[in-house]
């Protein structure tokens, strides 16, 4: 990432992640999750529901790859109107937009992740700019159950370094980074977690270039130091 790197550092945020902060009481995206999907009583402990199943049934225990995306599928599937994606909207529009201050673009779905205990990686090491072309966008990741080690996102500390470690963050948090350009992705969970996530790409209506893309990368940081919610 040598030349990603060099093009990141010509043009850089003043910080290139920050913590935003919100109540899971207005929006209880485990909750509706836990209600409307999975129907369990909590999702970091969601493994141990499966296997506890499969034991009683006979079967094998042992969670793979394809018991990630399978979990996946479940919340996937759910149309549009579903109470979780409506949720999704309604929190980008009443909490990531009036911090962005101006009209965003962003995904219309999430790309939801599942990640259980003793399973791979669910994202390979990357910064999505060279695949997007999308200069302008800024990442969004949030955790849907609390986060530490290796069942959480993996970040550089700073461009094209790939020192990957893990960034802690409780249910209740989202993290903000500009991954077009910092590296990030995932590794074998060796926690005792399943780590439930979505992430997403947004950036300002109408925006194509890497100064906007900084710019708004530099409002939010700002906003919510002010805002006393990083």
Known sequence: MTALAETAGELRPVLSRVRLGYDTERFPFAA???R???RVGSLESLHRDIQASRASRGQRTELRTRDNLAARALVQRLPDSAPF????HEFMRLVLAPVAGRSLSYSNRPKIRVHFPQTPSV???????PVTERVDQINFWLPIT???GSAA???ESDYGLQDYAPAPLRYGQALIFDGGYLGHGSVLNTTDVTRISF???FGYRGATTRAEGI?????IVRRLDRLGRS
């Open 153 to 155: 996102l993996q970040l």
């Open 199 to 201: 992430d997403m790409r």
């Open 32 to 34: 509706v999750l836990r």
């Open 146 to 148: 609390d986060v530490h």
């Open 85 to 88: 994606f409506q949720l999704y």
């Open 215 to 219: 710019h708004l990368m530099n409002r």
């Open 123 to 129: 994202s390979s090491f990357h910064a999505d700019a």
């Open 36 to 38: 409307d999907v999975f």
